[in-house]
């Protein structure tokens, strides 16, 4: 799975799931996320060292979208912290509940679980336990929430 995380509301913004991490899953995260939100000017495309995201490939596909990139020290998953604590929920919470028939069978469930429940259910320690859908709203704590 490659992702594209909205750093601070921790919305996943675009994403593709393929049988193997390569370019073309990259440019296809990345093509997905204007589709679901206007990213503003100064919009940054942060990630590791991996061979999709340093090709030239992709780099050129940045370039198109006039995105710079920022990459992430080599051996240091603190650099990529988001991301990294973003794949372990997503398998904790699914990938690792059940075996799994096909890639595309996991790609329908990877966007029910994020359409669903991580984007809009899902509470967020880091949002001050507000799901992503509320901080967006413009809440600011959970008890603003309470009736």
Known sequence: MATVIGLR??????????????????????????????????????????GQHTSRAFAAHCREYKVPRSLGRAGSCFDNAVSESFNAT??????????????KTVGREVFNWVETHCNRTRRHSCLGCLTIEEFELGYEHLDQLAA
């Open 9 to 50: 509301s921790r919305k996943l913004v675009g994403w593709a799931v393929a049988d193997r991490m390569d370019t073309s899953l990259a440019i296809t995260a990345l093509d997905r996320a204007p589709k679901s939100r206007r990213p503003p000017a100064n919009v940054i495309f942060h990630s590791g060292r991996g």
């Open 90 to 103: 997503l398998e904790k919470e699914l990938v690792h509940t059940r075996p799994w028939p096909s890639v």
